[in-house]
């Protein structure tokens, strides 16, 4: 419409229809970004890995992604509504005695119900962001801060024997939804290096999301079948799994590996509240557009609960070097990792960095709780824990 239009009066059935497109071209440019069904893209030919590059292929077109906007029924926090309370801890020393533990992987990979709480763990750094990029170097000395905090051992090394063997095939997933706030490369690589470190081969290590174009705008170096770690998208799909809302497939890459390293980044959403661990597997199948009614509830539980997720996660790396509490595309800076072997705790928790940061900004956090009520299902399922009294949090300074 343009001024000289605006200047005119207009009937109120005419202002109606107009209000009314413009609700409805919102929703369908979100519905693009949040709920779109990707085709598997075709095997890229790509030079080796240079894990340092940040520059997308040229031929790769995005698809335009539009970030979740804020729910316009947001309401003040529920009464009801209780933060995780954190622990200060100092990092153990790498020299330290080792505490006595049983290194094997079934005595580390321990959450609620199997014990009394599940452990989560932030690390900070206040130097992690040299300019616009993450320091490589800080960002491995928070990983292994992380995980010697979160299992009680001095020498991470040590743990990541214990939780891969030399000849797994790791998949590490992460979320590049949103190109201005995906999981920051820096992050996935840092993970990468350390299994690399514990003897796994680098063709045994795959960065993965749904497309190939999503992960070069999100920095990510394409590689599929030369030396070094790879990285691409779908290629096809495997395992069925029937849900309430929907029979869906998990792509073939979750069925051709032995492990999942879950790497994502903590988003507000405007359906499901927070978008962190456990939604992070909607980009793991096909069709995710269909998990979306009921504020995604059961869906995002059931889907963490089946076996190919379930049985294969063997660690959770929050990248909250940045977050989203708004768009998606203009993240606020957090300068932590989270870790933590329960998704449902490690999504709580970062819940709870979400609405911190809205409250920080002015912005109503309410919704955020209310529609986040697949926390709820994923603990009734035993999938972890989001009581706060079932969580035991941890926080770790390095500088």
Same mark, same amino acid.
């Given at each position: ?67 979740? &906007? &804020? @729910?316009?029924?947001? %309401? ?5 509504? %209780?933060?995780? &309370? ?13 505490? &006595? ?43 292994? @801060? ?31 939804? @949103? ?221």
């Amino acid at each position: 419409m343009t001024r000289k239009q605006l200047a005119r009066p207009i009937s109120r059935r005419t202002f109606v229809q107009l209000t009314l497109g413009s609700l409805a071209a919102s929703a369908t440019a979100w519905a693009a970004g949040c709920q779109g069904d990707p085709a598997p893209g075709p095997a890229a030919t790509v030079p080796g890995p240079d894990p340092t590059a940040t520059t997308a292929p040229t031929s790769v077109t995005p698809t335009a992604v539009a970030a979740a &906007p &804020p @729910a316009p029924t947001a %309401t003040t926090l529920p009464s009801t509504y %209780t933060p995780v &309370p954190a622990t200060p801890v100092s990092p153990l020393p790498p020299t330290a005695t080792p505490i &006595p533990v049983d290194l094997s992987r079934g005595a580390l990979l321990v959450r609620w119900p199997g014990v009394a709480r599940s452990r989560v763990v932030v690390v900070r750094h206040s130097g992690v962001w040299t300019l616009d990029e993450p320091d490589p170097a800080i960002v491995l000395d928070m990983l292994d @801060a992380g995980l010697s905090t979160l299992t009680d051992v001095p020498d991470a090394l040590a743990v990541w024997r214990a939780l891969f063997d030399p000849g797994d095939r790791v998949l590490l997933k992460v979320n590049c939804i @949103a190109y201005g706030g995906p999981t920051q490369p820096a992050v996935a690589y840092a993970v990468a290096q350390r299994l690399q470190d514990a003897g796994l081969r680098p063709e045994n290590v795959l960065i993965f999301d749904r497309t190939d174009s999503e992960l070069a705008s999100a920095g990510y170096t394409l590689n599929e079948g030369q030396p070094g770690v790879q990285c691409h998208g779908a290629r096809g799909v495997g395992t069925e799994a029937p849900l309430t809302q929907a029979t869906v497939q998990f792509y073939q890459e979750l069925d051709a590996c032995d492990a999942v390293i879950n790497v994502p980044t903590p988003k507000q959403h405007g359906m499901s509240g927070v978008s962190a661990a456990l939604k992070n597997h909607y980009g793991s199948i096909d069709h995710p557009g269909r998990l979306h009614g009921n504020q995604c509830d059961p869906a995002i539980a059931e889907v963490n609960n089946q076996p190919t997720v379930r049985d294969k996660t063997r660690l959770i790396v929050g990248a909250a070097l940045g977050v989203s509490p708004g768009d998606w595309n203009q993240p606020t800076r957090e300068q932590a990792l989270l870790l933590s072997f329960d998704p449902v705790a490690l999504d709580t928790v970062s819940r709870d960095i979400l609405v911190r940061h809205r409250q920080a900004l002015g912005q109503d956090p309410g919704y955020i709780v209310n529609k986040a009520r697949h926390l709820a299902t994923a603990q009734a399922l035993g999938l972890g824990a989001t009581d706060a009294g079932l969580i035991d949090l941890r926080e770790v300074t390095l500088g």
